[in-house]
């Protein structure tokens, strides 16, 4: 009896040595931007460009998080000097995401009296896939991207969905203890 | 012999007088609403009214044909003073399109290359009620919204024709790229 008890213990504990680490998801805010959204893991604030034959070239603001090798972003890009060809822009962003690339999904995306769309592609050489969501508020090209890494091979993980599912303008949405979302690094 | 011939003119007379007339497809630009298109039939104007969520009550501007079965229309509706809403609003009227009907297409659309491209979305659905098929192309550009609609009637029957598609990519914003002796439409005036 006491061994089997043992054992058991010790199955249960090597199961949960085993079993990756996923973080708690958090919600984040930014009351300048007029979003928030949750994700999981630890927040790193970057800074990258954005081209367009349209848009030109744009400095844009990320903020990412990784966790069980699933990457996250909200990517951030603002044209507010080029504002009034918000469709053209948009259109630009969403067709560059999945331009040679394979396209598995291309839907409507609607949140919030918001119009944008999701799309969701395979990273060529096996990198990954992604899922993505696009929407064109106040000036800035908001896009939430999740990235399911090879190393996590679940590419039909629930994880990308609830990512850019969870983005919403309305900020009395958000929850009461969402994390305000710190300015981009100089 | 003579009657042999009689006979086989009188069956080719016969038979072009069964074949649908088709008539030419012909160039229109409008120059103060920055586009050009190409349609058969008579081009008539009109003025439409519409409300949805985002975009409100509105009127817009209208020209459509009707050839051999086959509507084509094109609505614009201004939006100047919301030009920054332009992607929502562009997004609104697409969804509305396919709304409770069967989206059998649904894909980016481009028109003019480089640094002039506009995008918008290409799509066709299936009217309800076997009332017949549309394929329609959407853009918004330079505070105006565009819809581009070819609907292939049930009377047509082939809802595989080629017309629509011709229809919808015939659209032009660079109006350098119109055709020359294209026929010029004009804008009536909104209340």
């Known amino acids: ?186 | 012999m003579r009657r042999w011939i009689l006979a086989a003119m009188g069956g080719c007379a016969l038979a072009m007088a069964a074949i649908p007339a088709q008539a030419a497809w012909k160039s229109y630009v409008n120059r103060e609403l920055g586009f050009s298109f190409m349609a058969p039939g008579e081009v008539k104007t009109s003025i439409g009214n519409s409300r949805t969520e985002l975009a409100g009550p509105r009127q817009s501007i209208v020209y459509s044909s009707v050839e051999d079965n086959i509507e084509y229309k094109v609505t614009v509706w201004s939006f100047l003073q919301a030009q920054a809403e332009g992607a929502t609003l562009l997004g609104e009227r697409t969804y509305l399109f396919q709304n409770h009907r069967k989206l059998l297409m649904d894909t980016f659309a481009r028109v003019e290359p480089g640094k002039d491209a506009v995008y918008g979305r290409k799509m066709v659905i299936e009217l309800p009620d076997n009332k017949g098929r549309v394929t329609g192309a959407f853009y918004f550009n330079k505070g105006k919204l565009y819809a581009f609609e070819a609907t292939v009637l049930p009377a047509h029957g082939d809802f595989g024709s080629p017309e629509p598609a011709r229809f919808v990519d015939s659209l032009v914003f660079t109006l350098s790229r119109t055709e020359p002796g294209a026929v010029e439409l004009k804008t009536p005036e909104l209340e």
Do not use: C
């Open chain 1, 1 to 186: 009896m006491r061994l089997t008890a043992l054992t058991t213990l010790a199955g249960v504990a090597l199961a949960a040595m085993t079993a990756p680490s996923m973080a708690a998801w958090r919600g984040y805010i930014s009351h300048p931007l007029g979003f928030a959204f949750a994700a999981p893991g630890d927040l790193k604030v970057e800074k990258g460009m954005y081209r367009g034959a349209l848009a030109g070239q744009h400095d844009t603001l990320i903020y990412r998080f990784l966790d069980d090798n699933i990457e996250y972003k909200a990517v951030i890009i603002d044209v507010t000097d080029k504002a009034n060809d918000a469709a053209n822009l948009l259109g630009e962003a969403e067709y560059q995401f999945q331009q040679n690339k394979k396209l598995l999904m291309d839907t409507f995306g609607r949140v919030d009296r918001q119009n944008g769309r999701k799309l969701t592609i395979d990273l060529p050489n096996n990198g990954g896939r992604s899922t993505a969501a696009f929407y064109f508020v106040n000036g800035r090209i908001v896009s939430l991207q999740a990235t399911v890494l090879p190393a996590n091979g679940d590419y039909g993980t629930p994880e990308m969905g609830r990512f850019i599912d969870s983005i919403t303008f309305f900020t009395i949405r958000a929850p009461e203890d969402a994390i305000e979302l710190p300015a981009p690094p100089k």
